[in-house]
T-cell receptor, first 109, second 115 residues
């Protein structure tokens, strides 16, 4: 079966750095997405990786290793507004998105 | 108005009621989706429409009935639901059905409670 694993919850301190990991086992691979979802709001697109390596976008970076079935989202200079759930999703060989259950990130002052 | 808009934001319905969820996208996308989001569970894809034709139905019970009258509007008709159907129902749209880097844009969802 297809599976996306990510930690259920993480806690970090304002101003610090946090890395949210995502491992996947899917039938084929056509890209990996990270989304941010604040409580009660719509998921919003953060990043897309299809080739190995690091994609940097401001305070957020996303890394992909296809051979290891592994990605991480790196958040730097954490702000209180970064408290949210972070969803990892992989597009399989049928171009269907397979979603993880999300990682709830709690930022403490 | 921009993006993906869903109405209502909250809905409480009895098991014998019939109600409809509405989604409207103003992005010019040609694919629209219904997802179910339950607490601490992955997003579950329910239906996919591409160019107003249904291309995916992931074994969703018949008490959920989608309708896509045009590329900008998507409905989810609900009848005789069960308490376990209580969840957040999210609508999304994208340009092209999932190819390339086309990310999905989500609405804020309808929080459905079945009593």
């Amino acid at each position: 079966g297809q599976n996306i694993d990510q930690p259920t919850e993480m806690t970090a301190t304002e101003g610090a750095i946090v890395q949210i990991n995502c491992t996947y086992q899917t039938s084929g691979f056509n890209g990996l997405f990270w989304y941010q979802q604040h409580a009660g709001e719509a998921p919003t697109f953060l990043s897309y990786n299809v080739l190995d390596g690091l994609e940097e976008k401001g305070r957020f970076s996303s890394f992909l290793s296809r051979s290891k079935g592994y990605s991480y989202l790196l958040l730097k200079e954490l702000q209180m507004k970064d408290s949210a759930s972070y969803l990892c999703a992989v597009r399989d060989s049928n171009y269907q998105l397979i979603w993880g259950a999300g990682t709830k990130l709690i930022i403490k002052p | 108005e921009t993006g993906v808009t869903q109405t209502p934001r909250h809905l409480v319905m009895g098991m014998t009621n019939k109600k409809s969820l509405k989604c409207e996208q103003h992005l010019g996308h040609n694919a629209m989706y219904w997802y179910k989001q339950s607490a601490k569970k992955p997003l579950e894809l329910m239906f996919v429409y591409s160019l107003e034709e249904r291309v995916e139905n992931n074994s969703v019970p018949s008490r959920f009935s989608p309708e896509c009258p045009n590329s900008s509007h998507l409905f989810l008709h609900l009848h005789t639901l069960q308490p376990e159907d209580s969840a957040l129902y999210l609508c999304a749209s994208s340009q092209d059905e999932g190819t390339g880097a086309a990310e999905a844009f989500f609405g804020q969802g309808t929080r459905l409670t079945v009593v």
